[in-house]
């Protein structure tokens, strides 16, 4: 089977969804890879890197001969106008706010893997691309909120005095909160940090983080994510972070609802609360933002406090992000085509819950 590369069209995106390390990987098992024309260079791969790997450099009309079509986002109506029928589509789908992009594969009768929907399980962990990207964006919100803070993160000790170390608050304690948490005690911050889910306490915990409590009303998780809180535990959670909010220098917030907006959890009068200098780092904003004032891909100043509406923090991070990326794919490539011809046994749990098209079915309905 040819696998064919795709150079991702979405403003702003750096990374390629396979780099040429394991376009190499996917050769050995017996796939010819193509790449579109350009599609690495901004994650720092060049055409010739992959022509070095074995990778043939194609153009787009080119590419259409290939079987099997992978990109990191979810594809343009334009793109998949192009894709010849019955071929099989492996990208981000997001299918339950997407459903026009689904019934338009559908009707071309394309299978389609939608890697953000791999089933958050053991067995899956080396195939979530959203624990992989989740991790270096809570890196990178960490330094991001470092450059735009006006103070240093460590104690620091001088002839002239004493520097108390800065105090970071992160709400959300799942894979990107967890990097975030730990990127910021290595940086010498005081941490503290906040879940819907109480067991994320001694993970908190285990990475030098204070976990607020929110006592008497508990969510808890479903399916690898966390629960979307009731009115009740906001309010308690509210009251809970209130302290903490006002005397923190960074906060950060990671909350997301799958397939939903991202809930509130920094309100109007929180945001008064918040001294002047603060920072908010809002990792939600290309979902409606964790904070009623963010602005996706926009600083905000409100009295004194920048809220940062931060988009696609991974493709910061393109190099990185990629190369993980493309193992995750390598592995998911492993377990429907391991050697070189792609077949989905609909019986297998991690095919079930991420091929959302086959045989002109739709087999996951948008909400």
Same mark, same amino acid.
């Given at each position: 089977?040819k #696998? ?19 376009? +190499?990987?996917l050769?050995?098992m017996?796939?010819?890879?193509w790449?579109? =024309?350009?599609?690495g ?9 992959? +022509? ?10 080119q ?6 079509f992978?990109?990191?986002?979810? /594809?343009? $109506?334009? #793109? ?21 992009i689904?019934?338009?594969l559908?009707?071309?009768? #394309?299978s389609a893997?939608s890697?953000d ?13 959203l624990?992989s ?10 330094i !991001?909120?470092?450059y ?26 799942g894979?990107? @909160? ?13 941490v503290?940090?906040?879940d819907?889910?109480?067991? +994320?306490?001694?993970q908190v915990?285990?990475?030098g @983080? ?19 809180a009731?009115e $009740?535990?906001?309010?308690a ?5 209130n302290?903490?909010l ?6 950060? +917030?990671?909350?997301?609802v ?6 509130i ?9 918040m ?5 908010v ?19 905000? $100043?409100?009295? @004194?406090v920048? #809220?940062?509406? =931060? ?5 910061q991070?393109?190099?990185?992000a990629? $190369?993980?990326?493309a ?10 085509? /391991? ?9 297998? !749990?991690?095919?079930?819950g ?5 045989? =002109? ?6 909400n």
């Amino acid at each position: 089977m040819k #696998i064919a590369i795709l150079k991702e069209r979405k403003i702003g995106e750096n990374r390629v969804s396979i780099s040429p390390t394991v376009a +190499t990987n996917l050769q050995k098992m017996g796939y010819e890879v193509w790449v579109e =024309s350009g599609a690495g260079v901004n994650a720092h791969f060049s055409d010739d890197a992959y +022509t070095q790997a074995g990778v043939a450099v194609k153009s787009i009309d080119q590419l259409k001969a290939a079987d099997v079509f992978v990109q990191i986002n979810i /594809p343009t $109506e334009e #793109i998949v106008a192009q894709i010849p029928d019955g071929k099989i589509w492996i990208s981000s789908l997001y299918h339950r706010t997407n459903a026009d992009i689904v019934k338009q594969l559908n009707s071309k009768n #394309i299978s389609a893997l939608s890697l953000d929907a791999i089933p958050r399980i053991s067995r899956a962990q080396s195939m979530d691309i959203l624990s992989s990207q989740a991790n270096l964006a809570g890196y990178r919100a960490v330094i !991001e909120g470092a450059y735009h803070l006006d103070r240093i993160f460590p104690l620091l000790m001088t002839a002239a005095g004493t520097v108390t170390p800065s105090k970071v608050l992160i709400f959300g304690v799942g894979v990107a @909160g967890l990097q975030a948490i730990a990127t910021a005690k290595r940086l010498g911050a005081v941490v503290e940090a906040t879940d819907v889910r109480p067991e +994320t306490k001694e993970q908190v915990q285990s990475l030098g @983080g204070k976990f607020i409590e929110v006592k008497g009303v508990e969510v808890g998780s479903e399916g690898g994510y966390a629960k979307e809180a009731s009115e $009740e535990y906001r309010a308690a959670q509210r009251e809970a972070v209130n302290k903490s909010l006002a005397q923190a220098d960074l906060v950060i +917030t990671t909350a997301l609802v799958p397939g939903r907006k991202a809930p509130i959890l920094i309100d109007d009068e929180q945001v008064s609360l918040m001294k002047p200098g603060s920072v908010v780092v809002d990792m939600a904003a290309e979902q409606g933002g964790n904070c009623t004032k963010t602005k996706a891909n926009e600083i905000v $100043e409100i009295n @004194g406090v920048r #809220i940062i509406g =931060s988009v696609n923090l991974p493709s910061q991070l393109a190099a990185n992000a990629s $190369e993980l990326f493309a193992r995750n794919i390598w592995e998911i490539l492993k377990l429907v085509g /391991p050697k070189g011809e792609i077949a989905f046994d609909i019986s297998d !749990e991690i095919v079930k819950g991420c091929l959302i098209t086959h045989n =002109s079915q739709i087999l996951h309905a948008e909400n």
